[in-house]
């Protein structure tokens, strides 16, 4: 078996050991495990089932990554993107009001184009377009948006009719929570220590099982909704064979993407798929492009210019529509796998295994709420925001004003789609003010115009 799985993955050429490969995994799930309990909360918001968008995701995200172990033989975690899934429960379903499982359609359908266009190589061709300003800008705009949506969530901040936001201050006992998490979190990081998003979230838990004990022994007054809103133990065993939420899966969400594909004949229909084609290949690659700027030893063009990483990104959108979750994407937190010493796909697969077993945790899903889920978002945005320091600010305003509409209008406008296509433009308009318009290929050109044509949509 080792001599096998060393031939398989080419361990010692890439000069691993299957313990560090095992390890590498381990890592990479705890970093990304979050997404197990907070994906179904986001969907939720949806009106979604929250039982079956569990199980889609542990399964879908477990395929994606025995596909991308496998086949591409790469060491990065897939699963339901964060952001993605945001976009798809405010955006398109409460936003737009369509219906979620014709929004899961139209995730099924972009994952179809996007696996051809990934197939015919013209999606490397558009990677390899996109200025490396835009690229970091989107990094960066991306994890402010991500860390913007945690605070509202977890009441941190509240709406204001002075000043639109304000800090919703410690009566909300989830803004305790909340904070706690991020200072555990913070702690952990800066001791540099790889589990520090799971630390944070653990700490939140505690903390608000601690506030729901005094809510219950009378210290503290709560009321009903508040207190519902805190994290709980399970009311019977943790461990339990999964069945009551994969039966959810199949009589809600399993196919129903396949069923509504008719009702995406319409303007409204076509115009989401092409955000979600849109959406899917440009946020993989900006969090591959991400992905390499974490690591030293690992040369940024296997991370870009891997056509069989485009592949199986493709494959698992799809498996994740018909599965009942939003779309599924590379993971930025599995590179701490990479980080750990994994260098193969044997990584992938071994996160692929632990993701798989997290399904029989299911009862403690009561533990995790949006309080608790903040810490993680939030070092997500810390991680991502390093990422500002590769901007090219000293390139001329040409470089300058792109990347600063970019990363400002994610999280003002409520759209990663919007402030890449803002980015995209601006950066077009200013090249060509600059003089410098020349420089810009046919490819740029055609992502600028498709950019506008979005745009004209909205």
Same mark, same amino acid.
């Given at each position: 078996?080792?001599?096998?799985?060393?031939?398989?993955?080419?361990?010692?050429?890439?000069?691993?050991? #299957?313990?560090?490969?095992?390890?590498?995994?381990?890592?990479?799930?705890?970093?990304?495990?979050?997404?197990?309990?907070?994906?179904?909360?986001?969907?939720?918001?949806?009106? &979604?089932?929250?039982?079956?968008?569990?199980?889609?995701?542990? %399964?879908?995200?477990?395929?994606?990554?025995?596909?991308?172990? /496998?086949?591409?033989? /790469?060491?990065?975690?897939?699963? @339901?993107?964060?952001?993605?899934?945001?976009?798809?429960?405010?955006?398109?379903?409460?936003?737009?009001?369509?219906?979620w499982q014709t929004a899961l359609a139209s995730v099924l359908v972009a994952a179809i184009l996007f696996l051809i266009l990934s197939l015919s190589g013209f999606r490397e061709k558009l990677t390899l377009a996109i200025p490396q300003t835009i690229k970091q800008a989107g990094n960066v705009g991306?994890?402010?948006?991500?860390?913007?949506?945690?605070?509202?969530?977890?009441?941190?901040?509240?709406?204001?009719?002075?000043?639109?936001?304000?800090? *919703?201050?410690?009566?909300?006992?989830?803004? #305790?929570?909340?904070?706690?998490?991020?200072?555990?979190?913070?702690? /952990?990081?800066?001791? =540099? !220590?790889?589990?520090?998003?799971?630390?944070?979230?653990?700490?939140?838990?505690?903390?608000?099982?601690?506030?729901?004990?005094?809510?219950?022994?009378?210290?503290?007054?709560?009321?009903?909704?508040?207190?519902?809103?805190?994290?709980?133990? @399970?009311?019977?065993?943790?461990?339990?064979?999964?069945?009551?939420?994969?039966?959810?899966?199949?009589?809600?969400?399993?196919?129903?993407?396949?069923?509504?594909?008719?009702?995406?004949? !319409?303007?409204?229909?076509?115009?989401?798929?092409?955000? /979600?084609?849109?959406?899917?290949?440009?946020?993989?690659?900006?969090?591959?492009?991400?992905?390499?700027?974490?690591?030293?030893?690992?040369?940024? +063009?296997?991370?870009?210019?891997?056509?069989?990483?485009? #592949?199986?990104?493709?494959?698992?959108?799809?498996?994740?529509?018909?599965?009942?979750?939003?779309?599924?994407?590379?993971?930025?937190?599995?590179?701490?796998?990479?980080?750990?010493?994994?260098?193969? *796909?044997?990584?992938?697969?071994?996160?692929?295994?632990?993701?798989?077993?997290?399904?029989?945790?299911?009862?403690?899903?009561?533990?995790?709420?949006?309080?608790?889920?903040?810490?993680?978002?939030?070092?997500?945005?810390?991680?991502? &925001?390093?990422?500002? $320091?590769?901007?090219?600010? =000293?390139?001329?305003?040409?470089?300058?004003? @792109?990347?600063?509409?970019?990363?400002?209008?994610?999280? %003002?406008?409520?759209?990663?789609?919007?402030?890449? $296509?803002?980015?995209?433009?601006?950066?077009?308009?200013?090249?060509?003010?600059?003089?410098?318009?020349? +420089?810009?290929?046919?490819?740029?050109?055609?992502?600028?115009?498709?950019?506008?044509?979005?745009?004209?949509?909205?």
């Open positions: 078996m080792k001599n096998w799985l060393n031939q398989y993955f080419g361990i010692e050429a890439a000069n691993s050991t #299957i313990k560090r490969e095992f390890t590498g995994g381990l890592t990479a799930f705890l970093s990304m495990s979050y997404v197990i309990f907070v994906n179904p909360i986001v969907l939720g918001r949806a009106g &979604m089932p929250e039982d079956a968008v569990f199980m889609a995701t542990i %399964l879908s995200s477990a395929i994606g990554m025995l596909i991308m172990g /496998f086949y591409a033989k /790469f060491p990065m975690g897939v699963a @339901p993107c964060m952001s993605m899934n945001a976009f798809f429960a405010f955006s398109v379903v409460i936003g737009m009001g369509m219906p991306l994890g402010i948006f991500i860390a913007f949506v945690s605070f509202k969530n977890s009441g941190i901040i509240v709406p204001d009719e002075s000043m639109f936001i304000a800090f *919703g201050g410690f009566k909300d006992p989830n803004v #305790i929570i909340a904070i706690v998490g991020i200072v555990t979190a913070a702690f /952990f990081l800066i001791r =540099r !220590n790889r589990y520090a998003v799971f630390f944070g979230m653990l700490g939140a838990a505690v903390c608000g099982l601690g506030l729901r004990f005094m809510a219950d022994a009378g210290i503290l007054v709560m009321g009903a909704e508040t207190l519902a809103s805190l994290p709980q133990l @399970p009311a019977g065993s943790p461990v339990i064979i999964p069945t009551v939420p994969f039966q959810s899966m199949l009589d809600h969400t399993f196919l129903v993407a396949i069923k509504e594909i008719p009702n995406l004949f !319409n303007p409204q229909g076509i115009m989401v798929v092409l955000i /979600f084609l849109f959406l899917d290949f440009f946020g993989a690659s900006t969090t591959l492009s991400a992905a390499a700027s974490q690591i030293d030893d690992v040369p940024a +063009e296997s991370f870009e210019n891997n056509k069989k990483v485009y #592949i199986a990104d493709a494959i698992g959108v799809g498996i994740g529509g018909i599965l009942g979750t939003s779309s599924l994407a590379p993971y930025i937190e599995s590179v701490s796998g990479i980080l750990a010493g994994a260098r193969t *796909g044997l990584m992938s697969v071994v996160t692929a295994g632990f993701f798989l077993l997290a399904a029989f945790f299911y009862p403690t899903l009561s533990l995790i709420t949006s309080a608790v889920t903040t810490p993680a978002m939030v070092l997500i945005g810390i991680f991502m &925001m390093q990422n500002v $320091t590769n901007i090219n600010w =000293r390139g001329g305003f040409e470089e300058v004003i @792109p990347a600063f509409i970019t990363i400002i209008m994610m999280p %003002l406008s409520g759209s990663v789609a919007l402030g890449l $296509t803002l980015g995209f433009v601006s950066y077009e308009l200013c090249m060509i003010f600059a003089g410098r318009g020349k +420089e810009l290929g046919p490819v740029m050109h055609f992502i600028a115009l498709i950019s506008i044509a979005y745009m004209v949509t909205l």
